[in-house]
């Protein structure tokens, strides 16, 4: 039964312990809004949301005295629909638990709530990336493949291929990589475009790993006073950690919120509602949500599931 009654607490309600001086809650410090940092929140008041894309244009041709002009056209990029998840939790209070509550138990549950709306946000929206690896691939970008794939396909077939996805454990190799992948990247016809690497994300394990490549004032590892070229080249590049980053392996490289494809739509953020039951006066708060996250692309991203 969910409903919590005074039989599921009996140190509390009818073998109170002699000694009790406190009930332990959870009342933990939380962890600082971290989601928010990738993905870029945009609300909606839509039942779907749908998402397609137009190229630019190609390169110009050489032509000679008196030839036609070359033609061109924009070309249709890749599309994909997402729909708003509906996320929801009721607690239920029986009427005489909530009355002889003396330790006021009971009234840390819209905190408790809280909490886990949090969470539940959090969670939700860092297994997009967790499960957009290619080794899991379950969420994909227009294209149709993972968000962090070795071959996504451009638009123009002409342009061929393009990845964002390695199987490497974090090291000053695998972060060079990756950034020159970013310096490296094409639009859909196949042009260069400018995309720089803002943050590094990691695992808990691998934070302490993370500072040593990138805030050592020489190369780590080296004897040779060799330079730290990721503080010259990317200056601005850096760091943090997720305990949200399911696999302590795995590692992503993104640009800033302006560049990358990282999308959340809030159809309703959390509401809360309190009722009583008639026939049982039982009392009972609610929570509910809806909204959905993907990426609406993949430039500007980068992923790692570790070797």
Request: charged residues 20%; negative net charge; aromatic residues 12%.
């Amino acid at each position: 039964m969910a409903t919590m009654l005074r039989t599921q607490y009996a140190d509390l309600f009818f073998q109170r312990l002699a000694y009790l001086e406190m009930v332990f809650h959870e009342d933990y410090v939380d962890f600082p809004e971290l989601w928010t940092d990738v993905f870029n929140v945009e609300g909606t008041n839509k039942a779907q949301e749908d998402i397609t894309g137009i190229t630019g244009l190609g390169l110009m041709q050489e032509i000679s005295e008196n030839d036609t002009f070359p033609t061109d056209r924009f070309l249709p990029g890749f599309s994909k629909s997402v729909r708003p998840k509906w996320f929801a939790l009721l607690v239920e209070m029986s009427k005489l638990a909530i009355e002889d509550d003396a330790d006021g138990v009971f009234a840390a549950v819209p905190r408790a709530m809280s909490r886990t709306v949090k969470v539940t946000k959090e969670t939700y929206f860092w297994n997009i990336l967790n499960n957009g690896l290619s080794n899991i691939g379950t969420e994909l970008t227009p294209d149709g493949v993972s968000i962090f794939n070795a071959t996504h396909p451009y638009a123009d077939p002409l342009a061929g291929t393009a990845g964002n996805y390695v199987a490497a454990d974090l090291s000053e190799t695998a972060i060079e990589t990756a950034l020159t992948s970013f310096m490296d990247q094409l639009d859909h016809r196949g042009k260069p475009i400018y995309v720089s690497a803002a943050k590094l994300w990691v695992s808990s394990a691998n934070v302490w790993k993370a500072s040593r490549i990138l805030d050592s004032p020489q190369r780590a590892g080296t004897g040779d006073n060799d330079i730290n070229a990721f503080s010259k080249i990317v200056p601005s590049f850096g760091y943090d950690w997720s305990p949200y980053i399911t696999d302590p392996d795995s590692f992503f490289i993104l640009a800033d919120k302006a560049t990358h494809g990282f999308t959340a739509k809030m159809r309703q953020d959390v509401e809360m509602d309190h009722d009583v039951e008639f026939r049982t006066k039982t009392a009972m708060t609610s929570a509910d949500m809806r909204f959905v996250g993907y990426a609406r692309d993949w430039v500007g991203s980068y992923g790692s599931s570790g070797s």
